[in-house]
């Protein structure tokens, strides 16, 4: 069985501050991690994934996120957020051997001016 | 081509009406995926089909009929809806069952009135 937990359901900051969306899961099995954003009306769109080697990973807008093994973790941060940012983020695990993903109950990120 | 694209964009139907919802992918993709999402949650699993076989169906009332009929295509047929029902439906896809990533399609906003 796994779970996922995001544990701020609302992240408001201001333009080009710095954010973190926090992402925490647990699997009894190995996992692949990703994050997904949906922006208002619409579908999800990959934003990163972890499968594995190294443990840091990027997007090509700026985002990141690092694999912590032993916290159990996932974050997701960017150095300098724009309006456009502002969205649902939502972290997923999934099986490496499954075809089901686990879902967290999403971050709304809100960027204000 | 790494579009998956949904139609129709919004649905508004009655209780005791029958529709479907249509998803369609050209990236050669074997495993296809309904999920439903309530607003501000995270998207729920309802089937996924492998090869154009039904592999999982999350205990999905028999009011929701999935259907696949080639490896490009996947419909839901909905019939005699309840007002609860109302939600954002996404197709996904993705290269097979075990694999990583997956595509999401824009959705279908559907309204039972």
């Known amino acids: 069985a796994q779970s996922v937990t995001q544990l701020d359901s609302q992240v408001p900051v201001f333009e080009e501050a710095p954010v973190e969306l926090r992402c925490n899961y647990s699997?009894?099995?190995?996992?692949?991690l990703f994050w997904y954003v949906q922006y208002p009306n619409q579908g999800l769109q990959l934003l990163l994934k972890?499968?594995?080697?190294?443990?840091l990973v990027k997007s090509i807008n700026g985002f990141e996120a690092e694999f912590n093994k032993s916290q159990t973790s996932f974050h997701l941060r960017k150095p300098s957020v724009h309006i456009s940012d502002t969205a649902e983020y939502f972290c997923?695990?999934?099986?490496?051997?499954?075809?089901?993903?686990?879902f967290g109950d999403g971050t709304t990120l809100t960027v204000k001016p | 081509d790494t579009e998956v694209t949904q139609t129709p964009k919004h649905l508004v139907m009655g209780m005791t009406n029958k529709k479907s919802l249509k998803c369609e992918q050209h990236m050669g993709h074997r495993a296809m995926y309904w999920y439903k999402q309530k607003a501000k949650k995270p998207p729920e699993l309802m089937f996924v089909?492998?090869?154009?076989?039904?592999?999982i169906n999350e205990s999905v009332p028999s009011r929701f009929s999935p259907e696949c009929p080639n490896s490009s295509l996947l419909n839901l047929h909905l019939h005699a809806l309840q007002p609860e029902d109302s939600a954002l439906y996404l197709c996904a896809s993705s290269q097979a069952l075990v694999t990583y990533e997956q595509y999401f399609g824009p959705g279908t906003r559907l309204t039972v009135t």
């Open positions: 699997s009894s099995v190995s996992v692949y």
């Open positions: 997923a695990v999934r099986g490496t051997n499954a075809g089901k993903s686990t």
């Open positions: 089909y492998s090869y154009e076989k039904l592999s």
């Open positions: 972890y499968l594995s080697g190294s443990t």
